[in-house]
């Protein structure tokens, strides 16, 4: 399995971004895909999460702000960013949540957000 994830950069704060993921290459199809987000000397945390019936989570700090959505078709996974942050500045990991039992992560996309 794949993960080619794009749409990362910078932006002022305030502004919007929207990162994208595509997988490719799952032989028992896919459970959910999501992001998460690692900041300088920080651990990797769940940003959003999105099932194959279109069941969502997202972390408090982005909830009101950011939307995931999904195209089964393409398989792929959209984070819609807005009203971006200095603190949402991080490198962004997609991630396949495999029917297989397997995890995958694309290698991730900078985000920097300045104030």
């Known amino acids: 399995v794949q993960l080619q994830a794009s749409g990362g950069g910078l932006v002022q704060a305030g502004g919007s971004l929207r990162l994208s993921c595509a997988a490719s290459?799952?032989?028992?199809?896919?459970?959910?895909m999501g992001w998460y987000r690692q900041a300088p000397g920080k651990l990797r945390d769940l940003v959003a999460r999105?099932?194959?019936?279109?069941?969502?989570n997202y972390a408090d700090s982005v909830k009101g702000r950011f939307t995931i959505s999904r195209d089964n078709a393409k398989n792929t996974v959209y984070l819609q960013m807005d009203s971006l942050m200095p603190e949402d500045t991080a490198v962004y990991y997609c991630i396949e949540n495999d029917a297989s039992g397997m995890d995958y992560w694309g290698k991730g996309t900078l985000v920097t957000v300045s104030s």
């Open positions: 290459g799952s032989i028992f199809g896919i459970k959910a």
């Open positions: 999105i099932t194959s019936d279109g069941g969502t």
